[in-house]
């Protein structure tokens, strides 16, 4: 008889115990000839025999790299899959998963585990299986247990990865690593249970240690280890570790526990401290199968019996946080006017008699408001008691089995609501097309940002609306909204008319950055900035910021992760963010009865203001390089933040040396080392920073990973385009050319409406044209690029980029006509291209026709805030064709959070400000300018603005010399601050103190600048 101790036998009892399962149990498994499943010895014997290698080794890891080497991945992962099947579990292997565990972890490469689960009767757990090489799973621990298989798998999957080779081990260091950190978060007061670890097992010794650099400082948990015949002097150093070793084997072991341990059933307490939560409605539901209706309640709000009863959240709605149900229920907040018109759209199809589908998305940009509009929507068809409503619960994961489940729970068809839905439209097309083969029919009312949804591939068929600028309508009934219910109204005092002329004037705005703008008196960025400065605690200030580099993308940070970022104890930091950041930074419960809470500011808005305007660059490249270290992809929060750091250029860019970039994306490799899109992304930053020879590498590695991703071989074809392009030997650069053509084509025949493929094609022979020195030789590459722009019109469904390359064509070839023409095109046939339009836009503006300019540009700034090269161009269209700077400046600011990246806005807006007489303004802008941009890029002449008296000539005025230093000097002039001039001798003339001169004034991202100066003395141009 087995001893069995009391905390393992409580722990047991009580389903709080980890299950490590090693290769030793497979004394426990029998293959289909009956003989016991193998060991690492015999497959590495076995194999070296089978493969005709000759080696004196047994270590398995080492034979399989010399098969790989010689034969090939799949070859050996065919050779272990055979030799790994259909293993059938004995009775003390299969009494193992009759019990609860808090989870599973495995170095076996097998599924005898999950063949286990299926031979119980009534297993107690749902096992859900995670491979440390594949995606992330959702797990409710409630219902279901994970099995992590450290090593992967080579069942259950398309395209088995395991971890056997010396470069694998390598290769995965930092995935294991992230597990062992979930480990220690989530289990740290769980009791160990080893199982099939012999002490000279290397999978053993390197979990040991793995688990115990992750640990330190702390204790590692207390473990058991079942293990027959080890050493005393073993026993003896494994104790000094913190691990008993029980003397038996698993047959023996399982005897001894089924006379000593109590059964472990369902937890009926714990069951009925979920049932509390579950809406009446799905009680009958959750009494049948209570698993399903808990994953269903955990990621859906259940609308019909939402917390109506909770304290409605006005004010910190009316400073931009989402509003609850009670606000909604309460009809306390602003309506669009799209509202009607989509209900009406609803409630048609409740009354329609149809078993299909249907699909309704409100698009537009941040901040109008569009999950405000979702959850009212949703309030009014309970009100009007059309049917069931579910609303997909913010930073939760869509399942596609939750909704067909709920499909099944009623009667009337149902509504499903998913805000930011551009992050799920696969999952949604996926679960709609299966309904619709059930022929079970549902609602899907979705919301999302209009450039998000429109870069995804095969968005949901069905009716778009797209939520609009504030109407006259909406701002008369904004008006009295604000009056009634905003503390701090700065616009009460005036009359109505001035009121709605005020905000008007913002009309072009989110209706967020009205709303807080007309109720404080100050500009939105103001406002931000003063209330993070406002933080006093320096701690809670910085957590802030980190929750804002997270949450301008819509991905909300666990505490515990801000915690550790933050170096503090979780409970200090609830503390502090309570008192100094409350209304702030917001947390929301996400799922209490499993403790699951997420961080994140009040609105995307105000993150990326924050974000851009409130940490200075060397605090972000810290948190950007600390955050991704941290990280645990074992979340599924982490990932998408991951993935959101990895994909933006503008996040990659904020790190100021290549170096730093360098780093962060080979610590981004290492983190995801399956993932060849982080390959992609690694290559285009590289690409961005003129290193395409190391960008091919890159790539490169990328297409090893998945060769038959068509955006990879785009992405290869620009690097290589690129080089064509740059390279000075023209031997070297035709190769890359033929190259570059090559991989376009291989994109081309994956998907032959690839319209970036033939636009970049089309761009790769007309820029060999220009470089080309022979006629012969432009001609057929113009000829090829014109038949390249033609197959594409005829195949691609977008075709503006195509136009842009003709029309760049037409000016190199002088024919601005037919240049025009062809941006004309493009955007007719595209209207909602932005690019498009900047660049006819720019086209009209700098031929002088500044009123078409400034309508062909109109729809982008009324929608697009971050297309802040549109507004430049806009704002100087206006000014030549008679608005005020005042004007211009109002339209530049909507953009300034983006704009202030680039040197030419900086210059715009700063030197239009510095016109108007804002000199202070003017300064500041000019000054965070120079801390941004390199120094030729700030010394560059950017905007030259028109004479007032005469928009068609430049601005001159008049000034003397004041001061002269080496190299410079400043001139005095009457109507502004001294102006910097660059010379002090230009072509025969030297400049000297107190001479008088006539001088075009032009802006630099530095400041104002005195440019092509005459005398007024001699009259000489110098």
């Known amino acids: 008889m087995v001893d069995l101790p009391l905390p393992l036998r409580h722990s047991l009892e ?28 015999d497959l590495a014997v076995d194999m070296a025999e089978k493969f005709n290698i000759s080696i004196d080794e047994s270590d398995l890891s080492k034979v399989s790299t010399i098969v790989e080497l010689r034969h090939g991945r799949k070859e050996l992962e065919v050779y272990l899959r055979q030799q790994l099947a259909d293993l059938e579990p004995d009775e003390a292997f299969r009494w193992l998963f009759s019990r609860r565990w808090r989870a599973i972890f495995t170095t076996n490469y097998d599924n005898a585990i999950q063949r286990a689960y299926t031979l119980v009767s009534e297993p107690p757990q749902i096992p859900i299986t995670i491979s440390l090489t594949s995606d992330l799973v959702q797990v409710d621990s409630r219902f279901e247990v994970p099995i992590y298989h450290l090593h992967g798998t080579l069942f259950g999957n398309a395209q088995p990865q395991i971890v056997i080779t010396d470069d694998d081990y390598a290769r995965f260091r930092e995935p294991r690593r992230m597990l062992f950190n979930l480990l220690k978060n989530e289990f740290a007061t769980s009791t160990i249970l080893y199982i099939g670890y012999s002490n000279s097992d290397p999978n053993w010794n390197m979990v040991l240690a793995e688990m115990r650099d992750e640990f330190l400082p702390s204790p590692m948990p207390r473990a058991y280890r079942i293990s027959p015949d080890t050493s005393a002097v073993d026993k003896e150093i494994l104790a000094a570790k913190g691990i008993e070793t029980i003397d038996a084997t698993l047959t023996k072991f399982h005897q001894s526990a089924v006379l000593n341990l109590a059964d472990t059933d369902v937890d009926y307490g714990k069951l009925q401290e979920i049932r509390r939560d579950i809406p009446t409605a799905l009680l009958e539901a959750f009494d049948k199968n209570p698993a399903p209706v808990s994953r269903l309640i955990s990621s859906w709000t259940y609308v019909n019996q939402a917390p109506f009863h909770l304290p409605v959240n006005l004010d910190s709605f009316l400073d931009g946080d989402r509003p609850n149900w009670s606000l909604l229920a309460s009809n306390l907040v602003f309506e669009r006017d799209l509202e009607e018109e989509v209900y009406e759209h609803l409630l048609d199809y409740a009354t329609r008699q149809t078993t299909s589908t249907s699909t309704k998305t409100i698009l537009g940009p941040a901040g109008y408001g569009i999950t405000t509009l979702l959850m009212r929507l949703s309030v009014r068809l309970i009100q009007d008691r059309v049917g069931p409503v579910f609303m997909l619960k913010p930073s939760q994961e869509l399942n596609e089995g939750d909704i067909e489940f709920a499909c099944s729970l009623f009667e009337e068809r149902p509504f499903f609501v998913i805000d930011d839905a551009a992050d799920f439209v696969t999952s949604i097309n996926s679960v709609t097309d299966r309904l619709n083969n059930l022929n079970k029919p549902a609602m899907f009312l979705m919301g999302s940002r209009t450039n998000e949804w429109r870069q995804r591939g095969r968005t949901p068929r069905g009716t778009e609306f797209q939520i609009e600028p504030l109407s006259d309508l909406e701002i008369r009934r904004l008006i009295p909204y604000l009056d009634n219910h905003a503390k701090n109204n700065a616009l009460r005092e005036l ?148 993935e959101a750091f990895v994909r933006a250029d503008t996040i990659i860019d904020d790190i100021a040396t290549l170096d730093g970039r360098t780093r962060f994306f080979d610590y981004a490799c290492r983190k995801d080392p399956q993932s060849p899109y982080v390959r992609q992304h690694y290559a285009r930053m590289l690409l961005r920073a003129d290193k395409p020879v190391l960008a091919l590498g890159q790539i490169d590695a990328a297409i090893n990973l998945a060769p038959r991703t068509r955006v990879l071989y785009h992405t290869k074809a620009e690097i290589e385009k690129n080089l064509a392009i740059s390279t000075p030997s023209e031997r070297f650069a035709r190769n890359y050319m033929i190259q570059s053509e090559a991989n376009y084509e291989v994109a081309l025949n994956m998907y032959p409406g690839d319209e970036y493929s033939y636009q970049g094609l089309a761009d790769l022979y007309f820029r060999w044209a220009q470089r080309s020195t022979s006629d012969a ?108 700077y005042k004007q211009a400046i109002a339209m530049l600011e909507l953009c300034r959070t983006f704009g202030m990246r ?69 001139i005095e002039v009457p109507e502004y601050p001294n102006i910097f001039c660059p010379y002090t001798k230009f072509r025969n003339i030297v400049i000297s103190q107190g001479v008088s001169l006539d001088f075009q004034l032009v802006f630099t991202a530095r400041g104002a600048i005195a440019d092509d100066l005459k005398s007024l003395e001699d009259k000489t141009s110098i």
């Open 902 to 970: 680039d040197p030419r806005y900086v210059a715009t807006l700063g030197g239009m400000m510095f016109l108007n007489g804002d000199f202070t303004s003017a300064e500041e802008v000019f000054r965070e300018g120079q801390q941004r941009f390199e120094q030729q890029e700030y010394r560059t002449v950017q905007f030259t603005p028109p004479n007032p008296e005469n928009v068609d000539q430049p601005y001159r005025i008049r000034g003397r010399v004041v001061t002269i230093a080496k190299g410079y000097c400043f």
């Open 495 to 642: 009359p109505f008319d001035q009121q709605f002329a005020v905000i008007k004037n913002k009309h072009n705005k989110e209706l967020l950055v009205t709303m807080k703008e007309a109720t404080e008196g100050k500009n939105f960025d103001a406002i931000i900035e003063d209330e993070f400065w406002g933080i006093k605690d320096e701690l809670a200030r910085n957590a802030y910021l980190m929750v804002c580099c997270f949450y301008q993308h819509g991905v909300q940070i666990r505490p515990e992760l801000l915690a550790e970022l933050s170096d503090v104890n979780l409970v200090i930091l609830y503390e502090k963010l309570s008192i100094a950041a409350d209304g702030v930074v917001v947390i929301d419960d996400v799922d209490a009865s499993r403790g699951i809470y997420l961080a994140r500011s009040r609105h995307r808005i105000i993150a990326r203001i924050v974000w851009e305007r409130c940490g200075n660059l060397s605090e972000r490249e810290n948190i950007l390089h600390t955050a991704v270290q941290a990280l645990n992809f074992n979340y599924g929060v982490d990932q998408k933040a991951f």
């Open 777 to 884: 030789e432009q001609t057929e590459y113009l000829a090829k690029a014109e038949r390249t722009i033609t197959d594409g019109l005829r195949k691609a469904n977008h075709r503006d980029g195509l136009w842009i390359v003709s029309a760049e064509i037409q000016k190199w070839l002088g024919d601005e006509p037919s240049r025009l023409q062809a941006l004309e095109r493009a955007v007719s046939e595209s209207p909602q291209s932005t690019v498009a339009r900047y660049l006819l836009g720019r086209a009209y503006r700098t031929q002088g026709n500044y009123e078409r300019a400034i309508n062909i540009l109109e729809p982008v700034v009324r929608q697009h805030f971050d297309a802040y090269r549109t507004f430049v161009e806009y704002a100087v269209a206006m000014i030549h064709v008679g608005q005020t």
């Open 14 to 41: 009580t389903g709080e115990c980890v299950l490590f399962i090693g290769a030793g149990v497979g004394f426990n498994l029998l293959t289909p000839n009956g003989e016991y499943a193998p060991v690492a010895r």
